[in-house]
């Protein structure tokens, strides 16, 4: 079994917030809720680097670890989905997330959140594959179709790439030794807990 | 033609005694191994190639000529049948000849391109040096530039708007915006108007990032509200604004005058409201994307 994974090449990104459009449309994903958004570091100066940024679908996931209702589980392929019936939308997971990964509607005066929302990697939830339910609350199911994470395969720098993690560091490491430089894949250790060796 | 054509013959045939035409350069498969000029009834003629034409191409032909004397100036480019292009083409020829490049301009205003301040600069003390064009009568309109940049001197424009103000291009956006500001993806991207300053200046006037500004023209006492951005990708002196915003007006938001159904999500001030006169000396293109401004916090 594959296990699935997200990897953002900092060199390549360009800004352009194509992921995060591809992101919104595929899934009909609210104004106000981003699911994946792109974080510009040095806005304006020399070095300035862009990364985009959604859940990474951690091994060990801390959103998991912290939820009351355990509404969190991670499939076979290892993505992290949470189930929107148990969700009571609390924000523990908002504040273990070391990515903000975690959105929430706003439902009604003084704050209060609604049901969380975050990046499925196109992986849908608990329902069944590809249902009206399904799509009504986590959107498009891609996966299930065999096709990889939208934002990734929009990505026109293929800065942003989704697959499996071993082909995905794969294809980084070949990029970084041929143009002989990589400042990192952000993100990566955090979320898989293991540095990428080149 | 495969893999392009060459220069095309468009100034003539000789200029100072020496040959405007290609010389030992042709296409391949050309049946001329030389530079020729542009094809005319004429040419044709003297190649003998004029019998490939068919007899409605010349009916034609000799309808564009009027009288038959002028026959022999119709060129490819006026012959409405394209009869010429054809026979051109199938003799392995480009239609509109095979000619040099040139650097020398000799019919533009500068044959070789020079330094001009612009209209509305900074630099007055470059305008004596390097002043604009003459005014003068460009194609059906005047180009009164001189006149302009004159009077801008005169008056010390520079000194009242002392900031350059270019416009472009944001990544999110496609040209003018309307379609791309009716699109809640992407006009969730980029929600408001702003200018570019460089933190110098914008310390110099008290304005904080993302506060809202008053920017203002050299022109029309032309005015517009847009939030700051303060970033060191712009230099001292310079500001930037994007060109993709429009629905408001000198600080007015027009959203209630668009017909019900059609306001985009998003509005702001449109940067062509601060921009100023000016025109390419040379051919007369617009130059809406660069002027001088001056901002303040609003």
């Known amino acids: 079994m594959a296990r699935m994974k997200f990897l953002c090449d900092a060199d390549r990104c360009i800004e352009c917030n194509a992921c995060v459009t591809a992101c919104k449309n595929e899934h009909e994903v609210p104004w106000g809720i981003n699911r994946r958004r792109v974080v510009t570091i040095n806005d304006g100066k020399p070095g300035e680097r862009s990364i985009s940024m959604a859940c990474m679908h ?14 969190f589980y991670t499939t076979a392929d290892g993505v992290v989905l949470h189930s929107k019936d148990l969700c009571i939308g609390c924000g523990y ?12 509607p706003r439902v009604g005066n ?9 990046c499925t990697y196109c992986a849908g939830g ?19 179709e065999g096709k990889l994470p939208l934002c990734a395969e929009m990505c026109s720098t293929k800065s942003l790439l989704a697959g499996d993690g071993d082909v995905v560091v794969q294809i980084y490491k070949e990029r970084v030794a041929k143009r002989g430089y990589g400042s990192g894949a952000w993100g990566w250790k955090t979320a898989y807990g293991e540095a990428i060796e080149s | 033609m495969d893999g392009g054509n060459g220069f095309r013959a468009r100034f003539g045939v000789e200029r100072n005694g020496q040959t405007l035409l290609a010389e030992r350069s042709y296409l391949p498969g050309s049946e001329i191994k030389d530079g020729y000029p542009e094809f005319t009834i004429g040419v044709l003629k003297k190649l003998g190639w004029d019998k490939d034409l068919t007899a409605e191409e010349l009916a034609v032909i000799e309808k564009v000529a009027g009288t038959p004397d002028k ?26 000849g095979n000619g040099k490049a040139r650097t020398v301009a000799w019919n533009l205003p500068d044959p070789i391109p020079v330094h001009r301040e612009p209209i509305y600069t900074p630099r007055v003390d470059l305008v004596t040096k390097y002043p604009t064009l003459p005014d003068a009568k460009q194609f059906r309109l005047p180009n009164i530039g001189f006149t302009v940049q004159k009077t801008a001197v005169e008056r010390g424009i520079a000194k009242a708007f002392p900031l350059i103000v270019s416009s472009g291009r944001l990544v999110e956006y496609e040209g003018g915006g309307e379609e791309t500001r009716s699109n809640v993806w992407l006009a969730e991207l980029q929600q408001d108007m702003f200018i570019e300053i460089n933190p110098a200046d914008a310390a110099e006037r008290g304005i904080k990032d993302g506060s809202l500004v008053w920017v203002t023209g050299a022109e029309n006492s032309a005015k517009a509200k847009v939030k700051a951005l303060v970033t060191e990708r712009v230099g001292k002196g310079v500001t ?6 429009g629905g408001w007006f000198g600080g007015v938001d027009l959203r209630d005058k668009y017909p019900k159904g059609t306001d985009p999500v998003v509005l702001g001030e449109s940067a062509n409201t601060i921009m100023t006169y000016g025109y390419d000396p040379a051919t007369g293109m617009q130059e809406p994307k660069v002027s001088l401004c001056q901002v303040r916090a609003a």
């Open chain 1, 58 to 71: 951690c091994t060990d996931a801390p959103c998991q670890a912290v939820c009351p209702v355990n509404c």
């Open chain 1, 93 to 104: 997971c908002f504040y273990a997330c070391p990515f903000g990964a975690p959105q929430y």
């Open chain 1, 110 to 118: 003084f704050g209060s959140r609604g049901k969380m929302d975050k």
């Open chain 1, 126 to 144: 608990p329902e069944a594959d590809g249902s009206k339910a399904e799509y009504a609350k986590y959107g498009a199911n891609r996966l299930a």
């Open chain 2, 71 to 96: 026959v022999d100036t119709v060129s490819w480019s006026t012959d409405l049948s394209g009869g010429i292009q054809r026979v051109a083409l199938k003799h392995g020829c480009s239609p509109y």
């Open chain 2, 240 to 245: 930037w604004m994007p060109f993709h915003f």
